[in-house]
C-alpha cells in the first residue's frame, strides 16, 4: 500500500489526487490526518479515488505514522511511503515501482531533485520491510528515513532506480513551492544525531 501523512495542505494533495487519476494509476494507498490540523475540514476525501482509504489520528511525526501503519498493516505486499508535496508523471508509475521492487528490494524513480542518489517516494517490497521489522529506523522522526533504506538495499544488492519513472517533488529547494509549516523540522538535530550513530554501526 502507499501511504501519504498530510497536515495543512489540503491543496498539495488535490494536486496529488488529480496526478493520480491523470496517470491511472490503481493501487490502494492510505492517506492519514492529524486529529488538530487546522486545515482538516478543508480536505474533501469525497473526491478520493475508490482504491483509497483515509483516516485521522493524534498527531505524530511522519516517521512514526509508517511504522504505526505497518503494524496494523504487516503482510502487505509493498509500502509506498509519498508526501504529499510528489507529483507522479508517469503513466501507471505504480505498478511500475511495484514490478521493480518486487517483495525484496527498494524501486525508485526520479523525483527532480536528487535522481538516483536517494531513494525518495520510493516502494518498499514486503518482505524487505519484514525482514527490517519496520519501514523507519524507530526513533527517526522526520528526517533520514529513505537514507536509511537506500543504504540497507545498496548493501543487500537490491537497490533498483529507473529514471524514467518520474515522480516529480515540489519543493522550496528546487524552487517548486513555498517553504510552509510543514517543512520546519524542529527534530532535526535528533534525527541527524541518531541516523549518524546507525550509519557508524551499519558500516
Known amino acids: 500500500m502507499w501511504i501519504i501523512p498530510s497536515r495543512g495542505r489540503p491543496d498539495q494533495l488535490f ?46 511525526p511522519t516517521n512514526f505514522i509508517l511504522n504505526d501503519i505497518f503494524k496494523e498493516f504487516p503482510n502487505e505486499d509493498f509500502y509506498g511511503p509519498l508526501a504529499d508535496d510528489v507529483v507522479p508523471k ?54 533520514h528515513g529513505d537514507d536509511v533504506w537506500h543504504k540497507i538495499a545498496e548493501k543487500k544488492g537490491v537497490l533498483r532506480y529507473k529514471g524514467n519513472i518520474k515522480m516529480h517533488h515540489y519543493h522550496f529547494s528546487n524552487g517548486l513551492a513555498e517553504r510552509d509549516e510543514t517543512y520546519r523540522k524542529p527534530e532535526a538535530m535528533a534525527d541527524h544525531k541518531l541516523y549518524n550513530e546507525w550509519l557508524e554501526k551499519y558500516k
Open 90 to 143: 508517469t503513466h501507471h508509475w505504480d505498478h511500475s515501482l511495484i514490478e521493480l521492487a518486487q517483495k525484496d528490494g527498494v524501486a525508485y524513480g526520479d523525483d527532480g531533485i536528487g535522481g538516483p542518489r536517494l531513494a525518495t517516494h520510493a516502494c518498499l517490497g514486503g518482505n524487505f520491510v519484514r525482514q527490517n521489522g519496520w519501514i523507519t529506523l524507530p526513533g527517526l522522526a522526520r528526517l
Open 15 to 60: 494536486r496529488f489526487v488529480q496526478a493520480y487519476f491523470q496517470t491511472d494509476a490503481s493501487t490502494p494507498l492510505i492517506v492519514q490526518f492529524d486529529e488538530d490540523d487546522p486545515k482538516l475540514m478543508r480536505y474533501n476525501t469525497r473526491v478520493f479515488p475508490p482504491q483509497w482509504s483515509f483516516r485521522v489520528r493524534p498527531r505524530k
